[in-house]
T-cell receptor, first 117, second 114 residues
Framework: DTGVSQDPRHKITKRGQNVTFRCDPI?????LYWYRQTLGQGPEFLTY????????KSRLLSDRFSAERPKGSFSTLEIQRTEQGDSAMYLC???????????????FGEGSRLTVL | AQSVSQHNHHVILSEAASLELGCNYS??????LFWYVQYPGQHLQLLLK??????LVKGIKGFEAEFIKSKFSFNLRKPSVQWSDTAEYFC????????????FGKGTSLLVTP
């Protein structure tokens, strides 16, 4: 499968614990995006990378959230001291200027569902 | 502020009925417009997109959308829905100003009954 892959698919944790999600984008896609989706809502933008550079962060991304893409390939999203309000589906997407000339066709993974008890 | 509004949150249709889902956006400058679909248990997939040119765009599975710049709208249509169209539909907008990060509407849940 050459699509965007995310791991783990499901994570249940207790409040206060740290969790980390991994995203492997489509090979050679240089842009990588993280979104959060809660029930009944559309995906909300969190942050995006172009290669290894984190170019934009939403105000939704509190200090407890950190994302990295150290080698410009896979990315991790860490949530420290989780709260019940962090329960959501965390979506990763990637895109490449070679597809649609940079006009933003995003390819999404299946998401990592977080449940904070 | 940049925003995307979808007017219908839940739609129930019988098979063969016609579908129109509304989407309006509030953005400055040149935008790209998208409709994504999420079938039950599956990931988001691109249904269709508008970048420039003909404002009537056709997507997969018989869907089409019309960009009306004066109304800031990008409504999704399908002449005859099928049971397999049951899904969540999201309108989304991006621009070069946002690094092409997509801004999504809240989605419309479509249920097609046999």
């Amino acid at each position: 499968d050459t699509g965007v892959s995310q791991d783990p698919r499901h994570k249940i944790t207790k409040r206060g614990q740290n969790v980390t999600f991994r995203c492997d984008p489509i090979s050679e896609h240089n842009r990588l995006y993280w979104y959060r989706q809660t029930l009944g809502q559309g995906p909300e933008f969190l942050t995006y990378f172009q290669n290894e550079a984190q170019l934009e962060k939403s105000r939704l991304l509190s200090d407890r959230f950190s994302a990295e893409r150290p080698k410009g390939s896979f990315s991790t999203l860490e949530i420290q001291r989780t709260e019940q309000g962090d329960s959501a589906m965390y979506l990763c997407a990637s895109s490449s200027p070679k597809v649609g000339a940079g006009t933003g066709e995003l390819f999404f993974g299946e998401g990592s569902r977080l449940t904070v008890l | 502020a940049q925003s995307v509004s979808q007017h219908n949150h839940h739609v129930i249709l019988s098979e063969a009925a016609s579908l129109e889902l509304g989407c309006n956006y509030s953005y400055g400058g040149t935008v790209n417009l998208f409709w994504y679909v999420q079938y039950p248990g599956q990931h988001l997939q691109l249904l269709l997109k508008y970048f420039s040119g003909d404002p009537l765009v056709k997507g997969i599975k018989g869907f089409e959308a019309e960009f009306i710049k004066s109304k800031f709208s990008f409504n999704l249509r399908k002449p005859s829905v099928q049971w397999s169209d049951t899904a969540e539909y999201f309108c989304a907008v991006n621009s070069i100003n946002s690094g092409y990060a997509l801004n999504f509407g809240k989605g419309t849940s479509l249920l097609v009954t046999p």
